[in-house]
C-alpha cells in the first residue's frame, strides 16, 4: 500500500517567534473558542433580556477554571508519579506551557466554577445553575473543536495505526506509519454536537425543558469521547495494560450524568428560557378616588 494515499503531516506548531516568545496554532485556537464562547453568551443575554454586564465576570472566571482545572487534571489523572514525586515535578504543575492540559480535569473545574458564577450572580439575575450550564455546554462544543484542532497543529493526541485513506503520518513526532487523526474525529464530532445545539436553542428553546442541553451535551461530547479512545494510542504507560484507558473511565460518569440530568428536566419540567417576574403593579389610586 503506497504512502501516497495518507496525509504526510509536519505543520510546524509555532507560527511565528518574537525572540523568546513563540505564538503556537493550540494558543490561538484556545483563545478562539473564549472569544466565540463571549459573542454567543452575548446572544443569549440579549435574547432572554440579561445584562450584558455579566459577560466579562463570566469570560474571566470560565479562563481561570479552564486553565487551572485542566492542568491540574493532567497532572493528577495521567502522571501523579511525576508532578507529586519530586519538587521539580511539583513546580511544574505551575507551567502549563510545557503541555499537559486534560479535558476531563477542566470539566469537573468548570462544573465548580458555575456552581459559584451561578449561585454569586444567579439570584438576582433570574437564572440558576442548569440554566448557566445549558448554554455554556454550547459553547463549550465549539471550543473542544478548536482545541482538537490544536492538538492536530501540535501532532499529539493521535490514534492507532490505519490502512484508510485518510491517515495521517505525524512525520514531527517520527513516525513511519498512518495513525488515525483522532483530533479531526473529536473536533468533527464536537462542531456537529455544537451546531445541533445551537438549532435547538435558536428555533426549540420553548419546547425543551431546563437541564435538556447538558443532559444532551454530556451523552454527546464524551459519549463520543468514550468511543473514539478505542482507537487512541496511549498517553500514558500504565493505559497500556488496562481494558479502558483513562479517557474513558473518566467519560463514564460523565455520561451517567448526562443520562441523569436529562430524565431529571423532564421530570421538572422547568422551563429552558430565563422567566423574569412581572414587576409589581403600581397602585394609580389616590385619595381622592375615595372621596365621599
Not at 74 to 103: N, R
Not at 106 to 131: E, Q, T
Amino acid at each position: 500500500m503506497t504512502d501516497l494515499l495518507f496525509v504526510h503531516w509536519h505543520v510546524d506548531p509555532v507560527i511565528f517567534s518574537i525572540g523568546p516568545v513563540s505564538i503556537r496554532w493550540y494558543s490561538i485556537l484556545f483563545v478562539s473558542g473564549f472569544v466565540l464562547g463571549w459573542f454567543l453568551f452575548k446572544w443569549f443575554c440579549k435574547r432572554e433580556k440579561l445584562p450584558l454586564s455579566l459577560l466579562d465576570p463570566l469570560l474571566y472566571t470560565l479562563l481561570i477554571a479552564t486553565i487551572v482545572g485542566a492542568r491540574l487534571g493532567h497532572c493528577l489523572f495521567y502522571q501523579p508519579d511525576y508532578y507529586l514525586g519530586s519538587w521539580q515535578g511539583f513546580w511544574e504543575i505551575f507551567m502549563p506551557w510545557k503541555g499537559g492540559l486534560a479535558s476531563h480535569g477542566g470539566a469537573i473545574a468548570l462544573l465548580l466554577a458555575m456552581w459559584w458564577f451561578s449561585a454569586h450572580y444567579g439570584k438576582k439575575n433570574d437564572f440558576d445553575f442548569l440554566w448557566i450550564m445549558d448554554r455554556l455546554c454550547i459553547t463549550v462544543a465549539f471550543a473542544g473543536c478548536f482545541i482538537r484542532l490544536g492538538n492536530l497543529f501540535n501532532s499529539e493526541i493521535y490514534g492507532d495505526v490505519t490502512g484508510l485513506p485518510w491517515g495521517f503520518i505525524f512525520d514531527l513526532r517520527g513516525e513511519t506509519e498512518p495513525k488515525h487523526p483522532t483530533q479531526l474525529y473529536e473536533a468533527l464530532s464536537y462542531l456537529i454536537l455544537g451546531l445541533i445545539l445551537v438549532w435547538v436553542y435558536k428555533n426549540k428553546l420553548d419546547k425543551v425543558y431546563r437541564g435538556f442541553f447538558f443532559g444532551a451535551f454530556l451523552i454527546g461530547c464524551f459519549g463520543m469521547r468514550f468511543l473514539i479512545e478505542f482507537i487512541k494510542e496511549p498517553q500514558v504507560g500504565f493505559e497500556e495494560t488496562m481494558a479502558l484507558n483513562m479517557g474513558q473511565l473518566l467519560s463514564i460518569p460523565f455520561i451517567v450524568a448526562g443520562i441523569t440530568i436529562l430524565a431529571f428536566s423532564f421530570i421538572r419540567k422547568v422551563p429552558a428560557a430565563v422567566v423574569h417576574p412581572e414587576p409589581p403593579k403600581k397602585d394609580n389610586t389616590t385619595h381622592f378616588a375615595h372621596a365621599k
